[in-house]
């Protein structure tokens, strides 16, 4: 629902609801398209992340996203949004427990996020955007309390 906040567009709208349907279920590229078109398709395969998280796959993910259309990165803030408000809110007051559900690599958390910051800021235009980098702040303050936390255990 946060993408429509910043985009009147149904397609847009439709693809952030759909966003992690290809990865996290059975339906088809192909299903997407006959049920819903070709543009929501577009949407939700430009912002399609690649299930192994290392490094190098996160560096090809940034570059596929210069391609991306704008009601993709629109959709991709919104998604990194909530996800990065429902982290924080989850486990501000047990950073173990994100520790030991989300490991210890909080680096590769740190430059995940960072990266596509930079491609959204160096890319969109939209509203969004400010909501994104706010949150954005509050989940790197979020990474330097859990570190602070978990080193102290």
Not at 45 to 58: A, F, G, L, M, R
């Given at each position: ?147 602070e936390k978990t080193?102290?255990?």
């Open positions: 629902m946060i993408v429509s906040d910043y985009l009147d567009d149904e397609e847009a709208i439709v693809a952030a609801l759909l966003h992690d349907t290809l990865s996290d279920t059975d339906y088809t590229e192909q299903e997407i398209i006959e049920d819903f078109g070709t543009e929501v398709h577009t949407i939700v395969t430009s912002i399609q992340e690649p299930k192994d998280k290392t490094k190098e796959n996160q560096k090809v993910f940034f570059k596929k996203l210069k391609n991306a259309p704008e009601k993709a990165l629109i959709v991709l803030a919104g998604e990194k949004i909530h996800n990065m408000r429902c982290i924080v809110e989850e486990y501000y007051d047990d950073p173990s427990r994100f520790v030991a559900d989300f490991g210890t690599n909080l680096d590769l958390r740190l430059f995940y996020y960072q990266e596509l910051s930079n491609a959204l800021n160096r890319k969109l235009d939209n509203a969004i955007l400010a909501e994104f980098n706010d949150v954005f702040t509050e989940y790197k303050n979020f990474l330097n309390h859990v570190q080193e102290t255990y």
